[in-house]
């Protein structure tokens, strides 16, 4: 399929620039894969935080929806949060905006500044 050749094509050239330096980078970083669990979390949050901010955009712009965001995070945290740290998914009665942020704050803190999360946003648009 597409995706198993994506893959193979992925390795291979990951594989090929490992080999062309002599294995004197690590293999993950030719990969391209996260270098420490932290990293893997952090990817993941990150992730979940674009994934919240469509649910925020309203057509305007990557700053708005930065900040939109920032407050929504800041509300998840000091209100939802202290009670559904402790859990493994959130409740079932948990928003879709609610779910979205439980997830991503469930892999690291929530960027300090709408700065951030507008980096973030943007990224992988």
């Known amino acids: 399929s597409g995706a198993d050749s994506d893959a193979a094509?992925?390795?291979a050239r990951g594989l090929s620039a490992w080999l062309n330096f002599?294995?004197?980078i690590p293999l993950s970083r030719c990969l391209g894969?996260?270098?420490s669990p932290k990293d893997i979390h952090i990817r993941l949050r990150n992730r979940w935080l674009?994934?919240?901010s469509t649910l925020?955009?309203?057509g305007t712009t990557?700053?708005?929806t930065a900040q939109r965001l920032r407050d929504a995070a800041q509300r998840f945290e000091a209100f939802q949060w202290p009670a559904w740290k402790s859990f493994p998914m959130p409740p079932s009665h948990a928003t879709?905006?609610?779910r979205v942020l439980f997830f991503a704050r469930k892999n690291a803190a929530f960027p300090a500044t709408t700065e951030m999360l507008r980096k973030i946003i943007?990224?992988?648009?």
């Open 56 to 58: 925020l955009a309203d």
């Open 50 to 52: 674009v994934e919240a």
């Open 122 to 125: 943007n990224e992988t648009e």
């Open 22 to 24: 002599g294995g004197s």
């Open 9 to 11: 094509e992925w390795a």
């Open 33 to 35: 894969l996260p270098a």
């Open 62 to 64: 990557p700053w708005k």
């Open 96 to 98: 879709n905006l609610q």
